[in-house]
């Protein structure tokens, strides 16, 4: 063989390796970001794959799709170890980054599972195997044997993972309501909140109601979480004077639910959010951080 044939051979695999890359990057990065819950995380370690993949002697792999979910799972749970340490000096609550969900609903998985962020927060609380195992089964239909390989375990041992999650995960599953029930909460709520009416905000509210702002210090973000009817809808009350003067509020599907997007200048400076059950607003979820605010369009 010339060497401009061994040049030829090569191209076309690297050809070959980027076609079954690009198929499969959609699911990598849906994976990913569910594991990490930021965007920038998740697109890094779907870079470190394709390098690992460029890397990698690609005529012993028979399965490229499980070979790529094998090696981004198994950094993402290491990244989500070291993630936890880095979140104890972040300034105030932390949320996961609001992703647009409007062009690819369940965001490269098979279906919209482990999206929302009622679950997302709820999966925080998981280790990083569980959390591992519960979106490769749920969110793409992952059999057993293909998990346990991926998180080196045993069948078993999957199955019990993927069981302790879904047993965590019960209670904020079961109270999920349709999507327009929670779109008029949201709406609700903007219009009382932006009133300073702090009677009709109790009366949207659970009494166990809880308001977190992820600002990472950002001005008017609030740096702890605050808990309570009565006390959710007089912080709420308390600035309404000041906090929605000159935005425009704009819709968007964020992580498979409506949220308001607040716009000053042309710019989204905070994404709002609700999580309910019944008629009752259970959790007010505020991202004002700006390295935040980039994939919610």
């Given amino acids: 063989m010339t060497a401009a044939d061994e040049e030829r051979r090569a191209d076309a695999d690297l050809d070959e390796a980027v076609r079954l890359f690009a198929e499969q990057r959609g699911r990598l990065f849906g994976i990913a970001y569910r594991m990490l819950g930021t965007v920038s995380d998740a697109e890094d370690l779907v870079q470190e794959t394709w390098i690992r993949w460029q890397n990698t002697d690609r005529g012993q792999v028979e399965e490229p799709a499980a070979f790529l979910a094998t090696v981004i799972t198994r950094l993402s749970i290491n990244v989500l170890q070291s993630a936890r340490v880095k979140r104890e000096t972040y300034i105030g609550p932390w949320l ?5 969900t409007q062009a690819d609903p369940t965001l490269g998985a098979e279906r919209a599972e482990a999206l929302q962020f009622a679950i997302l927060l ?5 280790t990083p195997t569980e959390r591992a195992a519960y979106i490769l089964r749920e969110a793409f239909d992952y059999p057993y044997p293909r998990i346990a390989e991926v998180i080196s375990s045993s069948v078993v041992s999957a199955r019990q993972l993927v069981s302790r999650a879904r ?8 109270a999920q309501i349709p999507l327009p029930r929670q779109r008029r ?8 909140a932006r009133r300073g009416d702090a009677r009709e905000l109790e009366e949207l509210f659970a009494e166990d109601v809880v308001s977190y702002t992820d600002g990472n210090g950002v001005k ?4 702890i979480p605050v808990a309570g009817r009565v006390r959710v809808a007089g912080f709420v009350a308390a600035f309404s004077g000041h906090f929605w003067a000159g935005k425009e509020i704009t819709w968007a599907e964020v992580n498979g639910q409506p949220a308001a ?9 905070t994404v709002v959010m609700v999580t309910a059950a019944g008629d009752e607003i259970e ?11 980039g994939h919610v369009a």
Avoid: C, I, N, Y
């Fill in 283 to 293: 959790q007010l979820l505020w991202v004002m951080s700006p390295a935040k605010l």
């Fill in 220 to 223: 008017l973000a609030a740096r």
């Fill in 122 to 126: 709820l999966l925080e609380k998981l």
């Fill in 96 to 100: 996961p980054e609001p992703v647009s």
């Fill in 185 to 192: 909460l949201l709406e609700a709520f903007l219009t009382a």
């Fill in 167 to 174: 047993t965590h995960l019960a209670s904020a599953k079961q």
């Fill in 261 to 269: 997007v607040l716009v000053e200048d042309g710019k989204a400076t």
